[in-house]
């Protein structure tokens, strides 16, 4: 029997989602269990425990690799994969776990080694489900009828059926809302014409089983409700001007990038990672390292984008119920689409294809999925010795992973960034289409009660997008922080005091270690300059004498709008503070649930933190919600310049000085001085060109 050759976290490749899901029809053959429908194939990663092991080998085989007697490499772990599966007549679904073997053909029932039912919970809706959604709002009779009586629509090809996730559903079974837009051609932008009903799918039914019409019909023959017909385009065959005035900006690396790839571990500038992507989180950081004086010590042991809310402010029906949780609803993975080069990415790019499954088992590749690629951050420090004029100044750097999701109308693009600094970043970009409607009934058509008119009779609704980051700290411990300690510091303003602050300029910094469950559900205070702190106090900073320790450094953000008690604060609880922390447990990685849609309540963190636990030794987890409120603008439609939002995690003393100072000189040849004058030359500070030797980044 071959065993499997790559790295334990690699996402599972097209060979074996196919043994997954063969595996399981021959489980369900043997059982008499009848037709499957596949929700998820992917990897079940392998326990904390085993992974941690398995790293630490790794980690030291590598640091070894030169040895006269390096150390043998870690043995393989078992390969698994998760499968969700939904069977005819059965509310809840099917978790199964199935054992990967390399080079097995045609794998047998045993190959399944659980096969669990969840009763009572929805799957999330895969593209499939929300295509089959459309398909059948555009086939059903009544929706026709209705079309041609209100709208005078008889153009179904011109209908666009938005498929939504309900909040707070009023149907029974698994099922999608559809919002509804037309097109007046085919590069028309729907959303400039939306539709004033609201049909409800059955996913399980295959059927319409409501519609949601806030306006009667009103006397007379022809269209009894007016649409707006006023087109509002950003397709570039739509555009009537274009600017002329724009030049090239190129980004060229003529040596290549600096960047190695091994399958999915990559290195960069002393940084290394593991590479992973799955239908729910899409991209992932495992084992993230940096190396600084000859040793490459664990940073982050995973990090990713666990969960997102977007709650919509308007709180009359059908919009009470437009609540989507992007990431557990439809998966961030599934909503992925391929990226272009020279447009999505610049410069020397580095792509990953992604594989997951569709409905019928079958591995789907989505190309270019994932981009990698080096970007200039500007200055990285400077200083000019003004008695000397001589300067020292070297220009920064990042790598940049990204991929873009697009959840039906909205494009969420992740860029995940490592610094030279040690720095870890991450942005979400958000753009695409504002999800828009008609006034409701009573609504001043002119002036929208709970959203902004960005066309005639074309209201966008304000809402928020909340967001979660599962952090898992490692901060030099290579037992994955097991012994991470989290600490909130403030700001803290001393009190007038003659003799200790006499002037009323003193502040100090004060820390709390946050050393229980209940303890560490906390809130941003920007006003005391508060930062999270991942502590390891097993080892001390040489040049401090503290501990080493990374900070979350957050960003200023309204809270969840949403009031306490009511189902967006209920199923969002993980939006209802800024930082949670709990023990690991490798069954708890989705802080809204394990099944989110269709969901009444929040079963992940409201759960994990109804009972307070100590935190000490017990390997923490920190979950970090953040997020935008989006009060629309005008400027955001037909398509929405991005809004930013995101956060950054620094090195807090885990080096001994500025990890960068063995940058080497590096004027960039290439660059061209635009200045008016005949020689260029200018005055900086005494000397004619601001340093001593006519460079701005003296090497020598």
């Not at 200023?556 to 209802?576: E, N, V």
């Not at 929405?640 to 000189?665: I, S």
Request: charged residues 20%; proline residues 9%; negative net charge.
């Amino acid at each position: 029997m071959k065993t499997f050759s790559g790295h334990p976290l690699d996402p599972l490749s097209a060979d074996e989602i196919k043994q997954a899901a063969a595996a399981c029809r021959a489980y369900a053959d043997q059982n008499a269990i009848g037709s499957l429908r596949f929700n998820v194939i992917s990897l079940q990663e392998p326990p904390k425990k085993q992974l941690v092991e398995y790293l630490k080998t790794a980690a030291a085989a590598a640091a070894a690799a030169g040895a006269e007697a390096p150390p043998p490499p870690p043995s393989p772990l078992p390969r698994r994969a998760f499968v969700i599966l939904q069977l005819p007549g059965l509310c809840g679904v099917v978790e199964a776990e199935v054992d990967l073997q390399a080079g097995v053909p045609e794998p047998s029932a045993s190959a399944v080694l659980s096969w669990t039912t969840v009763a009572g919970v929805s799957a999330l809706a895969s593209p499939d489900d929300c295509l089959e959604a459309e398909a059948l709002c555009k086939a059903d009779p009544r929706v026709r009828q209705l079309l041609q009586e209100r709208y005078g629509i008889t153009d179904l090809d011109s209908l666009c059926c938005d498929p939504w996730s309900i909040h707070a559903s009023p149907v029974d079974e698994r099922a999608i809302q559809c919002f509804l837009y037309v097109k007046t051609s085919p590069e028309d932008n729907a959303y400039a014409h939306p539709l004033d009903m609201t049909p409800v799918v059955g996913l399980d039914s295959g059927r319409v089983l409501r519609i949601d019409l806030p306006y009667k019909a009103g006397p007379g023959g022809g269209p009894a409700i007016e649409w707006n017909r006023e087109n509002n385009n950003y397709h570039t065959a739509l555009q009537t001007e274009l600017r002329t005035d724009m030049k090239p900006l190129n980004i060229t690396q003529p040596q290549g990038p600096s960047f190695s790839v091994q399958g999915n571990h990559i290195s960069w500038q002393n940084w290394s990672f593991i590479l992973g992507f799955n239908y729910r989180e899409g991209v992932v950081l495992h084992d993230v390292r940096y190396k600084y004086g000859g040793v490459a010590r664990p940073v982050m042991h995973r990090v990713s984008l666990v969960e997102m809310a977007v709650p919509y402010a308007d709180p009359r029906e059908p919009y009470v119920r437009k609540c989507a949780f992007d990431v557990g609803d439809y998966g961030l993975g599934y909503c992925t689409f391929p990226l272009t080069l020279g447009c999505d990415c610049l410069g020397h790019i580095h792509y990953f294809d992604a594989t997951l499954a569709n409905s019928k088992g079958e591995p789907v590749t989505i190309p270019k999925a994932i981009c990698m690629h080096e970007e200039d951050t500007g200055l990285l420090y400077k200083h000019v010795d003004y008695r000397t004029g001589h300067a020292e100044s070297r220009r920064g750097r990042r790598l940049v992973v990204s991929h873009v999701a697009t959840v039906v109308n909205y494009e969420y693009a992740f860029y995940w960034y490592l610094y030279m600094d040690g720095a870890i970043g991450l942005d979400i970009k958000l753009t695409g289409e504002l999800s828009t409607n008609m006034p409701s009934p009573g609504e001043d058509p002119t002036a929208p009660d709970y959203g902004t008119l960005v066309g005639p009779g074309v209201n966008a609704q304000h809402h928020q997008h909340m967001f979660c980051a599962r952090l898992d700290p490692a901060v030099g411990d290579e037992d994955g922080g097991r012994g991470v300690v989290v600490k909130e510091l403030d700001v803290e303003t001393l009190p007038w005091d003659g003799l200790t602050n006499p002037y009323g300029n003193g502040f100090r910094t004060v820390e709390t270690a946050l050393t229980s469950v209940h303890g560490a559900q906390r809130c941003i205070a920007p006003e005391r300059g508060r930062v999270w702190k991942f502590v390891n106090p097993q080892l001390l900073n040489p040049v401090s004498r503290q501990p080493v320790a990374y900070k979350l450094v957050p960003v200023a953000h309204p809270p969840l709008a949403a009031l306490p008690g009511s189902l967006i604060g209920r199923k969002g609880h993980f939006a209802t503070k800024q930082l949670w922390v709990t023990p690991h447990n490798d069954k708890q990685n989705w802080p809204a649930g394990d099944y989110v849609f269709g969901a009444k309540e929040c079963t992940g963190l409201a759960v994990w933190t109804r009972e307070d636990a100590p935190l000490a030794g017990a390997d923490p987890v920190v979950w970090y919600s953040f997020g935008v409120t989006h009060v629309v603008r005008p400027e955001d439609f037909p398509i929405m310049p991005v809004e930013v939002c995101g956060f950054t995690l620094k090195p807090a003393g885990f080096f001994p000085r500025n990890p960068c100072l063995d940058l080497p000189y590096d004027r960039n040849a290439a660059s061209v001085d635009n200045h008016g004058s005949a020689d260029g030359a200018t005055a900086a500070n005494g000397h004619g060109n601001g340093n001593g030797n006519g460079s701005c980044c003296n090497g020598a």
